[in-house]
């Protein structure tokens, strides 16, 4: 683990693992500690990996203004690690939420990106929205797994605005391609590892900018690789199609079998398909 200090003095903490060219890694949650992306399916072996722990997360500090949770003000927190490790340009991998601040960042410093991946990422930040039905068709691809009876129970009631506690916690199998231990434990984890004042506060009013977001999008020149997973009910293919479409050099691959974090899903497949798109 190392730290920097952000703008604002805040210490933030990075944890590097493996060799080869850097590549800052953004966590989702939102606001989750970076443990849980591992070494991202053995993708350390290609790359020396930054994970970032976003303020108020793992290892770095509370702020003291907690309105700087908001994506847009964490944005310079990106630019002063760039500045820390001395480097011209970043290569940027964000998952989920995260590809909210990565791409928040890639339109206010476009000539610091060098290429970006983007994992199964959240479209809210570039104004795409996910409807009820493409969740339920992408969930009902997973009709004959042991859980998918009460599961999908729990997600129509949730889709009808019926959604109760244990709904939530019901339909986790879906964010995952198989169910299996090493899944149940990346969920179980979650709330330890994520500050929920931090996640209300990240979306906040005024965080995103759809309209300038896509605009920027459109003029950014560097590559980007939007990687979905084939039934991932949070991002489906559909939506991560469209987001692919929003830069003017982009490649879009839908891992088979995949949900929303195919690192774990077939670790050697993610780590094949981003090792080469990196290199």
Known sequence: MANFLA????????????????????????????????????????????????????????????????CDRQVDDIEALRVHLGLERIDLLAHCAGANLAVAYASRYPERVGRL?????????VGISVGVEDRLEV??????????????????????????????????????????????????????????????????????DPDGSRAALARFGAPVLVLAGEVDLNSPPRAMAEYAELFPDARLVVQGGASHHPWMDDAGRFTATVAEFLA
Not at 17 to 28: N, Q, T
């Open 7 to 70: 703008t604002d003095r805040t210490s933030l903490a990075y944890h590097a693992l493996g060799d080869g060219p850097p590549l800052v890694c953004l966590p989702g949650g939102p606001m989750r500690a970076s443990a849980y992306l591992g070494d991202l399916g053995g993708l350390s072996a290609h790359r020396r990996l930054i994970r970032l722990d976003l303020r108020g997360t793992g290892d770095s500090a509370v702020p003291e203004d907690t309105a700087t949770y908001r």
């Open 117 to 125: 991946v983007l994992v199964t990422p959240s479209p809210i930040g």
């Open 139 to 208: 969930a009902r691809a997973r009709d004959g797994e042991t859980w998918f009876g009460e599961a999908f129970a729990a997600l129509e009631e949730i889709a009808a605005g019926r959604a109760e506690g244990g709904h939530w916690e019901a339909i986790a199998p879906f964010f995952h391609g198989r169910w299996d231990s090493a899944a149940q434990e990346l969920h179980a984890a979650d709330s330890a590892q994520k500050n929920q004042e931090a996640a209300g506060a990240f979306g906040a009013g005024g965080a995103f």
